[in-house]
């Protein structure tokens, strides 16, 4: 199955890509390239370009309103996916109220879902998950410092550090742009970001609004003992002081803190019920088994393309074609003639359509029905860099090349 996804989350976007379809990630607004400092691109990923046609995929993801208007009215709303990683934001009510009830809606958690109320009835919650036998294994906890792992989007009025600022715990943020927070270094790539996880002696939590992050999931699934305030969609399976500490007391929670950072025996203790915690409930295995569901109910739902008449407003189904006339005029070989032969016969039929004639001379034009595209010598890999985005621009519906290529 092909399945078009934008940039947006790599670390989740990782884990989707472990259901063994084909992914196109395309850049979005807050991805121009997938960073592999966060994940190393799976092999069956590619990168493609943003002028690529979603209705050559078989399932289309979309996380933000803006990638979902990238796509809309060019793919069939059955086909389209929407996953929700935020709570409700007031700005968005509108945008949830209108999307088309054939779209599916994904939460990534209950407490999440819960808060769109009435919106929320629709969709489903595939909860974040860990490979916890891949990657996240291994825990030594040898350094006797605080860890915690976010990133400049969750930092936006959502953490709150008062443990790590207040009388010297020694203490590491992994993570982008942290630039300002104590102890805080980026991470270089996949492989630190594990070994913090694997070295540092526990995980600390205090997001005060009460979500559940993917990075406390990979703290705990790599065995180490997390310290946090109460979290909506975990504490139902925590135990305070044997597979976790949870407290919203400030004062419990450092000194739950200092009691980890002098006993090693202890940490690991707590961590590898942590462990379980996540191998239990949240694990890789249903994340698959639940997306693959999905996918296939939306590949088998509809039709990719939409019809056409809902793409074009000209009267009698009108289109835009774009014609490769680049090899019209001068010492024209047989591909000339025939390109030249074509606009001609084309002039003559009463079709009330478009056509943008990409061509490099200055050359008439039969009538206004055709509208000159000037192109500059283009080089051998035109066709593959320019010409997507060009006919995107254009609003091509149709793209005729009588040349190579």
């Excluded at 605080?146 to 936006?156: G, I, P, S």
């Amino acid at each position: 199955m092909r399945v078009l996804d934008f940039l947006t989350h790599p670390p989740y976007q990782y884990n989707l890509c472990k259901t063994g379809h084909r992914f196109s990630f395309a850049p979005s607004h807050i991805y121009r390239a997938w960073d592999e400092a966060l994940r190393l691109l799976p092999s069956n990923a590619q990168l493609v370009s943003p002028s690529i046609d979603p209705a050559d995929f078989d399932v289309v993801i979309a996380a933000t309103r803006q990638q979902y208007h990238t796509v809309r009215g060019r793919v069939s709303p059955r086909r389209i996916v929407f996953i929700s990683h935020t709570v409700l934001h007031p700005w968005d009510r509108e945008f949830f109220t209108a999307l088309p009830e054939e779209a599916e809606v994904v939460y990534v958690s209950d407490h999440k879902r819960a808060s769109f109320g009435e919106i929320g009835r629709r969709g489903r919650t595939i909860r974040l998950a860990v490979d916890t036998d891949s990657a996240f294994l291994g825990y030594t906890g040898e350094k006797p410092v605080v860890l915690n792992v976010t990133n400049r989007y969750a930092q936006q009025g959502d953490r709150d550090y008062p443990l790590f600022e207040r009388e010297g715990l020694p203490s590491q943020v992994v993570g982008h742009g942290n630039e300002g927070i104590p102890g805080a270094s980026p991470a270089r790539d996949f492989e630190h970001l594990l070994e913090s996880y694997r070295t540092h002696r526990c995980f600390l939590n205090t997001d005060p609004q009460g979500r559940l992050h993917l990075s406390t999931l990979e703290a705990m699934g790599t065995g180490m003992p997390l310290v946090t305030v109460p979290v909506a969609d975990l504490t139902p399976y925590l135990d305070n002081g044997v597979n976790c500490f949870v407290s919203e007391d400030e004062g419990e929670l450092r000194a739950a803190l200092e009691m980890l950072l002098e006993d090693r025996e202890l940490a690991a203790e707590v961590g590898a019920g942590g462990r379980e915690i996540v191998r239990e409930h949240f694990g890789i295995e249903r994340f698959i088994a639940q997306w693959n569901q999905l996918l296939e109910e939306r590949a088998n739902n509809a039709e990719p393309r939409m019809a056409r008449s809902a793409r074009h407003t000209g009267s009698g189904g009108s289109i835009r074609v774009a014609i490769n006339a680049l090899s019209v005029g001068g010492d024209m070989t047989g591909i000339g003639h025939h390109a030249r032969n074509l606009l001609q016969a084309l002039s003559r039929t009463g079709a009330d359509h478009t056509y943008l004639v990409l061509s490099g001379q200055e050359n008439g034009l039969p009538d206004d029905r055709f509208e000159r595209v000037p192109i500059s010598s283009p080089v051998p890999l035109w066709e593959q860099l320019e010409l997507p985005e060009l006919l995107t621009e254009r609003r091509a519906d149709v793209y005729h090349n009588p040349a190579f290529g």
